[in-house]
């Protein structure tokens, strides 16, 4: 095999040339965002962040700001960017509650693995530890929740700061960085000029897989009869698509992608079997548990896949392959584990997998590929259309009516999102946005800006819940003042629709605190009274017409989709269950006799 | 099961914070922790003792090597490390039991720092396990306050090779 691939090195972007000398370290930051190629970055001014908004209306610079309405909103818009591109996300908050605020996003990429920079001013350097005016410990506050985070504490340190911010976001396992800078070194004057080395002995994320460990796995693979890849968001990550494509046809086994990896394999392709876990399909979840081996490849075990550990695929050896050591034997032991970046891993895998082939040293995986096609075929995804509309037949519409445009989804948490993952076809990277780890409600309208910022011309759908879109509905004001034409598609069940299907379930159908009514807002008139487009369906004859004038009519958008609030998600996984436990409709338990 | 830890990390900012945090964090028990300078100006040495019942000790490490200001993870081991620990112990000493828990004070090497109308205090520098044998011995004769500093560590150059671990090195 050769162990010698060209690296891959995910880009460490090259550096742009900015102005250097005498300059405010408040303008120095905004040299050090064009010198790391920022175009744009989303925030909210106040205090203590003054004097960085006072130098991006005083100084020549090419980074555009994008006010937004919450700061929350400025932290899931740079989120939709940086998933939607592969860049680094800035955002940017004042002291105290600007700080606070962006704890949820930032939470939310440090658990999807987002590169992202925040920003926060801080009260001035002799007021700090005081209880001053909007002061909160906030390198305290994010430590648990970044990658890293400095406290400026001298303005010459800003450069290097941010050079290592940047590079620490976007290398290794990506993650947010936060860079607190008290209001007066923002004001201090110093001598700029942008590094080009950094100096981090601590940190230096593994590049290559180790080649003995690589050969190990392409022997399982090769021995194995019943092979699963089980795929997560590293790979997207890892901008690996092309490599695992590569590799998935070369060895020709089934694909399972996770809610992160979704697009990253494209779902039409005959060995994706899409979504495995709580709300997975029958065929995924089966052919994971009847596996001999799980190709692992940057993912790492959710107990949302995995449901109750012990019991996930019981019979299947484990190659994990990861760019962050510590997610080795961290929920489920490995058999082999291959620490490196994926965009070399891979196609060493492949070549020595193929090395196998060429000596016919495979054993056939013919009788299990026929198994698990089986199961998918007697066993698909199914609802039923009687009754109120489904959000599920609307999932459908969308995926027919738009299947020949480029569409970039985002979504919400809860019921419309596993629908929107359980039915909706994306084929291509980085085109289905969702917040994976930390279950973020509200994710959807700004993550949907963000990523249509990204990519002004592409058709962006935000699949949302009603309760979601009440969290971050003040962005459409942002929508609405930069032109920013996402669609906002509300499933709107006037419930916690996730929340009453487990109160149903398993809470003896106490709906305890989850009855949000579909009449409040008038999502329509509250459009309207954004200036957004405002349109409503409420039967299955409504939503071809809505979907295609809300798509062509490029102007930022809400449609309220009224739709039944007793459907529920199913399959379904019970949380700590093992997969054998899976539940489904009462109509929709003919398979029984085929499950684990 | 206890496992002592050498973090060697650079000496900036909140870097305690963000051990003591991961740990917390992470559901990992510290039994003791140490922190202080070394031989350079720009590096300090965290000595953690972890309780390692619910974890693996690799998973810990690995946590630990994520912290961008961690530069080296060392795992010691009795065998091939010089462990020691300081305390300070008040214990009650009437008169007529001084000359005693002296004596017993030189048996374990410490050295009695301050002397009170009904009280003795001592100072002891040793292993850890031989500072628990000398508070087990006081204890009959009333021990009023009591500090450690928590364990710290560095490994032998020439590390002991121990006989099928049958030696046992008490420092």
Redesign the interface.
């Known amino acids: 095999m050769s162990a010698t691939n060209p690296i891959p090195a995910r880009p460490d972007t090259p550096r742009v040339a900015v102005r250097t000398g005498s300059m405010t370290g408040a303008e120095a930051i905004i040299r050090c965002l064009e010198a790391e190629g920022v175009d744009i970055c989303w925030g909210i001014p106040g205090g203590a962040i003054l004097p960085l908004y006072d130098a991006w209306a005083r100084v020549e610079h090419s980074v555009r700001h994008i006010l937004v309405r919450h700061e929350q909103g400025a932290g899931h818009m740079a989120q939709g960017y940086a998933r939607a591109t592969g860049k680094v996300g800035v955002c940017i908050g004042t002291s105290g509650p600007g700080a606070t605020n962006l704890v949820t996003p930032v939470a939310d990429a440090f658990l999807d693995s987002t590169p992202l920079i925040v920003i926060t001013g801080q009260v001035p350097t002799h007021l700090i530890g005081s209880d001053a005016f909007q002061e909160a410990d906030t390198?305290?506050i994010f430590?648990?929740i970044t990658?890293?985070?400095y406290?400026i504490?001298d303005v010459r340190d800003i450069p290097r700061v941010f050079r290592e911010a940047f590079h620490?976001a976007r290398t290794g396992r990506p993650g947010p960085v936060l860079v607190d800078i008290p209001k007066d070194l923002a004001n201090a004057t110093f001598d700029f000029s942008y590094p080009e080395e950094i100096d981090?002995?601590?940190?230096r994320p593994t590049q290559t897989g180790h080649p003995l460990q690589v050969q190990s796995a392409a022997e399982a693979i090769a021995r194995a009869r019943r092979p699963v890849l089980y795929v997560g968001g590293g790979v997207l990550n890892a901008d690996a698509c092309t490599e695992l494509h590569a590799f998935a046809e070369a060895v020709g086994i089934p694909v399972v992608t996770t809610l992160m990896a979704k697009g990253a394999f494209p779902d039409s392709h005959p060995l994706c079997l899409g979504l495995p876990g709580m709300h997975g399909s029958k065929f995924a979840n089966w052919a994971m548990n009847r596996a001999d081996l799980l190709v692992t490849i940057g993912a790492r075990f959710d107990d949302r896949v995995t449901g109750k550990l012990d019991a996930f695929a019981p019979g299947a050896k484990v190659i994990h392959m990861d760019i962050?050591?510590?997610e080795?034997?961290?929920n489920r032991k490995a058999d082999v584990p291959i620490v490196g970046e994926l965009r070399q891993v891979l196609p060493a895998l492949t070549v020595a997998y193929l090395d196998l082939r060429a000596e016919d040293r495979i054993a056939s995986k013919r009788e299990w590929k026929d198994q698990v096609e089986e199961w998918r075929f007697k066993h698909p995804f199914r609802y039923r259309r009687v009754g109120p509309l489904k959000t599920q037949f609307v999932m459908e519409r969308f995926r027919d009516l738009l299947a020949d445009r480029d569409v970039i989804w985002t979504t919400g948490v809860g019921q419309h999102q596993m629908w929107a993952a359980q039915w909706l076809k994306v084929e291509k990277p980085r085109h289905f946005i969702t917040s994976g780890g930390l279950g973020t409600m509200g994710f959807g309208v700004p993550a949907a800006i963000g990523a249509q910022m990204a990519y002004p011309d592409k058709t962006v759908i935000n699949i949302d819940g009603d309760g979601c879109f009440q969290m971050t509905m003040q962005e459409l004001a942002t929508a609405v003042s930069y032109d920013v034409p996402a669609i906002h598609a509300i499933l709107n069940n006037g419930w916690l629709g996730m929340v009453r299907q487990w109160q149903q379930l398993f809470h003896g159908e106490r709906y305890s605190e989850t009855l949000l009514r579909n009449d409040l807002p008038d999502y329509v008139k509250l459009a309207e009274s954004f200036g957004a487009l405002g349109l409503r369906a409420e039967t299955e004859a409504d939503v071809d017409r809505v979907i295609m004038e809300a798509v062509e009519s490029r102007r930022p958008c809400v449609i309220d989709f009224r739709v039944d609030h007793e459907e529920k998600v199913y399959p379904m996984v019970p949380a700590g269950a093992g997969s054998s436990e899976m539940i489904d409709e009462p109509w929709d338990n003919d398979w029984v006799e085929d499950g684990v | 099961m206890h496992h002592t830890l050498s973090v060697l990390?650079?000496n900036s900012?909140?870097v305690l914070?963000?051990v003591a945090?991961?740990f917390s964090?992470r559901g990992f028990n510290i039994e003791s922790l140490a922190v202080g300078p070394t031989e350079r100006d720009d590096r300090s040495r965290i000595t953690l003792r972890v309780d390692c019942s619910q974890h693996?000790i690799?998973?810990v490490v690995?946590?630990l090597?994520?912290?961008?200001?961690?530069?080296k993870v060392n795992e010691l081991t009795a065998d091939d490390a010089i462990e020691r620990e300081l305390m300070i112990v008040r214990v009650t000493a009437q008169p007529a039991d001084r000359a005693d828990l002296i004596r017993l004070g030189e048996v374990f090497g410490a050295r009695v720092c301050d002397v009170g109308p009904t009280s003795l205090m001592f100072e002891c520098l040793e292993h850890p396990d031989k500072l628990h044998a000398f508070e087990e011995i006081l204890k009959p004769y009333g021990v009023k306050e009591l500090v450690r500093t928590g364990r710290v560590a560095l490994r032998k150059s020439t590390p002991e090779r121990t006989r099928s671990g049958r030696m046992r090195v008490l420092a």
Not at chain 1, 200 to 203: C, K, T
Not at chain 2, 65 to 71: E, Q
Request: glycine letters at 12%; zero cysteines; aromatic letters at 4%.
């Open positions: 390198t305290g430590m648990p990658k890293h985070s406290l504490t620490i981090l002995p601590g940190y962050d050591p510590a080795i034997d961290k | 990390v650079e900012p909140g914070a963000r945090g991961l964090r693996s690799g998973q690995k946590q090597y994520k912290l961008i200001n961690v530069l």
